[in-house]
């Protein structure tokens, strides 16, 4: 085994010991095998969805649930086992005692305000992304995070990933040579709406469709790829420019159904980012393009293509003799790393991140950078203009 994969192994291993056996004497809130109780505000699809998955990690507990919508708080407080409390008022979760975190999952522009109340109320924060919507927005929750003692973690998942770390580190290590561009996309064909079961809570259920609550497509699905374009260059764009618009699904949506984003970053690296809801091909992926190779990241696996001068491996392969045995048909060569869900993951380093009182790989600054990001693909795209990187905390 080479050097390289026995580092990596071994801090899988390690973590993985981690995540079955935490020391609870390290415990920062003061009790010896007390779970961090977590209070999950908004239990839609995200919210309630991560609740079943908060329950199954070992020290945490789900011991509150709050959403305004009666039968979203039902089906959370039932996906949370059914032991913990309801709310329909966030405020009052805050005054719970039993919550020692809270899992903010409510419409990107409450983000902000409910996770400023969280810290200001002691509790731990784990914040859905997009981090925050606004300059202002995302400026002030910054400064009250860094003056506050809780762990703050933004919710980009896949910097979690041990998949993902492990391609992050291959690149900086010169696996593909010099970083030349980033092609990302995310394709869906459906119209993206949920089911409203009355005309009244169309805007509360769909809000993902209207500017006055949504980032739209940028906000929900790019945001995850503009964030690992940062974590890669460890650098912010200098630029921005895109097209979108509202062109197949005409159903009275104010956020578009299509994009088309380019950032340029300082090193000349671009990176492209496009999401259809018309068309599927190819669903989700990042290519990552450099002098030597590139690498291609799916969910939960991901291909290394070299450029030039690599010697493919033969054998036999189903009786055929000459055949490719290091590539995988019509792809790369697999790279290998165990991993668990990304999301399951950010939340063992959500509750790892609180026992050991360390901030979070993907923390306020992480998370600010692509909220940034992310209204600066807005403003180029509404506004329709080149926009610079002009953010200052």
């Not at 979690?160 to 010169?174: A, E, P």
Request: charged content about 25%; proline content about 3%; glycine content about 10%.
């Amino acid at each position: 085994m080479k050097r390289r994969e026995f580092v990596a192994k071994s801090g899988l291993a390690a973590t993985a010991i981690t995540a079955a056996n935490p020391i609870w004497g390290a415990n920062v809130l003061g009790k010896k095998e007390k779970n961090i109780g977590i209070g999950v505000i908004g239990t839609g699809d995200r919210g309630a969805g991560l609740s079943p998955i908060i329950q199954d990690i070992q020290g945490l507990e789900v011991t509150a649930c709050c959403d305004v919508l009666p039968f979203r708080l039902e089906n959370g407080l039932t996906k949370a086992g059914g032991k913990a409390k309801g709310y329909s008022d966030y405020r009052k979760l805050l005054d719970n005692k039993n919550v020692d975190a809270v899992l903010v999952a409510v419409p990107f522009n409450e983000h902000s305000r409910i996770a400023m109340d969280a810290l200001d109320a002691g509790k731990h924060v784990y914040c859905e992304k997009t981090l925050a919507k606004g300059y202002d927005g995302i400026r002030n929750l910054i400064h009250k995070a860094n003056n506050s003692k809780a762990i703050f973690q933004t919710g980009h998942q896949y910097h979690s990933s041990r998949l993902y770390t492990h391609v992050v580190d291959l690149i900086k290590q010169g696996k593909i040579g010099k970083v030349i561009a980033f092609d990302c996309q995310w394709n869906r064909n459906g119209d993206w709406r949920r089911p409203v079961p009355d005309p009244k809570w169309e805007r509360a259920i769909n809000w993902r469709m209207y500017r006055e609550y949504s980032g739209g497509l940028v906000a929900e699905l790019c945001s995850h790829q503009i964030d690992f374009v940062n974590w890669v260059l460890e650098d912010t764009p200098e630029q921005v420019m895109g097209v979108g618009g509202i062109d197949y699904w005409k159903d009275g949506r104010e956020t578009y159904d299509n994009i088309q984003l380019i950032y340029s970053y300082p090193s000349g690296a671009k990176a492209t980012f496009t999401c259809l809801t018309g068309n599927a091909m190819g669903d989700y992926q990042i290519k990552v393009m450099g002098d030597k190779g590139s690498i291609v990241l799916g969910y939960t696996k991901a291909w290394f293509y070299p450029e030039k001068g690599y010697k493919r491996e033969l054998g036999e392969v189903d009786g055929v003799s000459g055949a490719t045995v290091n590539w995988e048909e019509g792809k790369g060569i697999p790279i290998k790393a165990e991993h668990l869900d990304p999301s399951k993951q950010a939340l063992i380093d959500f509750r790892d991140s609180i026992l050991t009182n360390k901030k979070p790989i993907s923390d306020i600054t992480t998370g600010a950078n692509a909220a940034v990001c992310v209204q600066m693909g807005l403003d180029a795209m509404y506004d329709q203009k080149i926009v610079h990187w002009d953010f200052k905390s």
